[in-house]
């Protein structure tokens, strides 16, 4: 994408509407908009993100900028420009400044502040963030008891959602520290008293249900900058820095790709443990069932996890147990998951469950988890495909607008709260059972049904005498 054109620079009023959790408050005129485009230098776009007396950006902008800014600068540098701006523009490093002007400015300062640490709470973990925020609130609040009571709650908003995160890092390290290795499990139990997912739950929808429980809460925490400083490099042009070096790492969105791939692998152990056929066929069935919920409750995550489970290779050559299966309603959920034509078969099915969510009556209707490895990879090659910058050294703010409008969607679909009520046994099996390794399966799965040819029969070998040795 070398260049831009006025249409794709200029945002139509559909392109606004997919951003609808950052709907403008103060809107923005069609001539500014333009500027905006026009003056594509990165101090420019700085300088339209400061509000004045007479002037607030668009919500849509802040939230464009704000994401995709990273891109060039650290988050602290951009609040290092943006206090410095607000501090030269209205004067407040001059203590005869006119207290009428300060009060005109201070709100809508404050309601700046105040989007940034809402949607961008995690970037104030930074103490450089933290302290150009307390010295500018700080200017504009002294002397003026409404300012500082707006402020404080900021604040204190701010430290509650920074503490929620650090208590759920705590939380996922002691789920880590639970989950074991599954063949010392099955080497310290008697089989009679191990247990598997049926045990726990044979219902598929009140599975899928837990499974959305887990999705929506792991979703929430991802910070929508993760998906930019997962894949952002450092600037060519600004070979002075090293912008980079110590960006905060996407913690929670990787965490929600391991979620991802331990749910696959869980479903592929529970398939493989059984010893007998009968039983293996019925937990396929089983998870075909809680594939298909996922699907009708919209939460496409689970769905794909739960078939590339039993896509596994140490699951699909159970042909014996597969004879046993009805294959029908997996064959209509691999159909979902055909990733030809760039998974359009998927695609349509996240664009119906988008429009169910946008018209819904009901938190259940507006349940939409994608899925995620694509979403990830789409916003890659976005991100990949376009120029940072225009030949003519200007900012590329059509890639920030369509990073923005990616990444806006899945803002919308984070906040939602899962309708359905928490199964605590359920939730602690899914996130803590034991699972096989890679190996382990296989050896579990040759176990079950024997070895087919003379690779498999070597492989087999091997993984007797190196996995049974451990334990």
């Not at 923005?28 to 026009?38: E, G, K, V």
């Not at 998870?287 to 496409?300: K, T, Y």
Request: proline fraction near 4%; include cysteine; charge should be positive.
């Amino acid at each position: 994408m070398g260049g831009c054109s006025w249409s794709a620079l200029c945002p139509s009023r559909r392109a606004r509407g997919r951003l609808r959790r950052h709907e403008p408050r103060y809107g923005m005129s069609n001539r500014s908009w333009i500027a905006l485009c026009s003056e594509g230098s990165l101090e420019a776009l700085i300088q339209h993100l400061v509000p004045n007396v007479d002037y607030y950006p668009d919500r849509t902008y802040i939230f464009t900028f704000l994401l995709s800014s990273r891109l060039f600068l650290h988050p602290y540098e951009l609040m290092s420009r943006v206090c410095q701006l607000c501090v030269e523009h209205q004067r407040l490093s001059d203590p005869q400044a006119d207290k009428m002007r300060l009060r005109n400015i201070a709100p809508k300062m404050v309601q700046l502040l105040s989007e940034w640490t809402e949607t961008f709470p995690y970037d104030f973990r930074d103490e450089r963030m933290m302290r150009s925020l307390k010295e500018l609130t700080h200017r504009i609040s002294c002397g003026d008891e409404i300012f500082r009571k707006a402020v404080q709650q900021m604040m204190q908003a701010l430290i509650r959602k920074l503490t929620t995160l650090s208590q759920y890092e705590e939380l996922l390290a002691k789920l880590n520290a639970t989950a074991s290795d599954r063949m010392a499990a099955l080497k310290t139990k008697p089989l009679s008293i191990q247990r598997d997912i049926l045990s726990i739950c044979n219902d598929s929808f009140a599975m899928a249900q837990q499974l959305t429980h887990i999705e929506l809460e792991r979703l929430s925490y991802i910070g929508p900058e993760e998906f930019i400083q997962a894949f952002v490099q450092k600037d060519p042009l600004d070979n002075d820095k090293s912008c980079f070096s110590d960006r905060k790492k996407a913690s929670s969105l990787q965490t929600y790709v391991e979620w991802f791939n331990r749910l696959s692998y869980l479903v592929a152990t529970e398939i493989c443990m059984p010893v007998k056929k009968k039983q293996r066929a019925r937990v396929i069935e089983f998870f075909i069932d809680v594939a298909r919920e996922c699907f009708n409750i919209g939460n496409f995550n689970s769905m794909m996890a739960i078939i590339s489970g039993m896509n596994m290779s140490p699951v699909s050559r159970l042909r014996k147990t597969w004879g046993k299966v009805k294959t029908a309603k997996f064959d209509i959920l691999e159909h979902q998951m055909d990733p030809s034509s760039n998974f359009y078969n998927y695609r349509t099915a996240l664009r119906g469950a988008t429009q169910r969510a946008i018209t819904a009556n009901s938190t259940r209707e507006k349940i939409v988890i994608p899925f995620f490895s694509l979403l990830i990879k789409d916003i890659y090659f976005l991100n990949e495909g376009c120029a940072n910058r225009l030949p003519n050294g200007l900012v590329n703010f059509e890639k920030f607008w369509e990073l923005a409008k990616q990444v806006g969607d899945f803002m919308a679909w984070k906040q939602v709260e899962c309708p359905f009520e928490r199964d605590r046994k359920v939730l602690q099996y899914l996130l803590t059972a034991p699972v096989f390794s890679e190996d382990a399966l296989f050896l579990a799965s040759y176990e079950s049904e024997g070895p087919e040819n003379n690779m498999e029969k070597d492989s087999w070998k091997s993984l007797r005498s190196t996995l049974l040795s451990r334990v």
